[in-house]
């Protein structure tokens, strides 16, 4: 058997892809459109697996998805290619409605046309999972509960708002025409492969290279975290047990203000690599200028996952974010490749 994965050379979808090597012999057909966040260094362990099938395309490319479908016969299409910064969002919304709207349109039609041609019993099996994200549900105020299932839409920006649409139509998809589509609303990931433009990563790539640590505002903003690798899970366990039809919220009941997550990267980075002159890193802390439109908190009730579906996530943050740090002391060239080229350009853009 096999599975269609899109955006598998990103962060979340490359975790995926290797994890799932990693416990199944069932063959991955990737497509990727290798955007500066698709990375196919990620994916280098697999070179010579005839597992993993990599495709160099677009999911708005309807006669490049369809011929996918019709050639592999996948029994479940995992859709994680979407344009992923909300920072970049804000400077240029235009890409991110042509890949999370106008891309999950169009891949959501191959999918229907492919879906509609199966046997009764190939379309019984058939799943569509859709990969999305907390910010669909807005921001919280501190002492509101965590966002279930039943959260209004509330998006804030053009990414959320991007995100939030395709959702609507992979649940469009499923009231109309009765394709088998699951959703997945994520918290905010971290781990390995992790691109240096967001928050963690480049932290521990600006300390290790002696530059400012970035902090936006005050630094108070909240963020719900959960390790890469236990969002994965979350996914295998969704696609195989989840209601069609429903959606699930997938988190680690980990709230953490921003600056306490940098003083935390400080704390390990000081203990695992101190710096010559003995400081500690968080003498690098600069506070800059607020992102617009700020989301004050997120978090996440993963109630539903875990008594439906008896899923837990079986990293702490503690473990997570200790494991995280010793990745990116352990893989300079991952994180060398990717600060060329494309990314520094964007760096420059967005601190100058
Ligand atoms: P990422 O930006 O690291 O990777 C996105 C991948 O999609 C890249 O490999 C890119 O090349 C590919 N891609 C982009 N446009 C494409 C297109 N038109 N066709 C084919 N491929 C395309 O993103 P990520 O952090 O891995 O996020 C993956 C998914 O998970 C996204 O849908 C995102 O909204 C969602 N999500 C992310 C987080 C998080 O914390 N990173 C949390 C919750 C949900
Ligand atoms: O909640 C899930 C979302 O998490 C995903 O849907 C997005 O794809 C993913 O990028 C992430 O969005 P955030 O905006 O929360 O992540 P980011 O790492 O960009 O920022 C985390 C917090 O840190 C946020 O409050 C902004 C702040 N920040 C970020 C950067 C890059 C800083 O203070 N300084 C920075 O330089």
Known sequence: MTIL???GAGFIGGN???????QSDEKIVNLDSLTYAG???TLRSLDGDARHVFVHGDIADGALVASLLAEHQPRAVLNFAAESHVDRSIHGPAAFIQTNIVGTFNLLEAVRAYWNGLDAAAQAAFRLLHVSTDEVYGSLDAEAPAFTEQHRYEPNSPYSAS?????????????TYGLPVLTTNCSNNYGPYHFPEKLIPLVIHNALAGKALPIYGDGQQIRDWLYVKDHCSAIRRVLDAGRLG??????GWNEK???DVVHTLCAILDELQPRADAQSYRTQITFVKDRPGHDKRYAIDAGKLERELGWKPAETFETGIRKTVQWYLDHQGWVQNVTSGNYRNWVEQQYA
Do not use: I, Q
């Open 257 to 259: 203000a921003n600056l």
């Open 16 to 22: 995926f892809v290797l994890d799932w090597l990693a």
């Open 39 to 41: 990375n196919l260094d």
């Open 246 to 251: 429903e959606t699930y919220n997938v988190g």
């Open 5 to 7: 994965v899109t955006g």
């Open 163 to 175: 995100k939030a649409a395709s959702d609507h139509l992979v649940r469009a998809y499923h009231h």
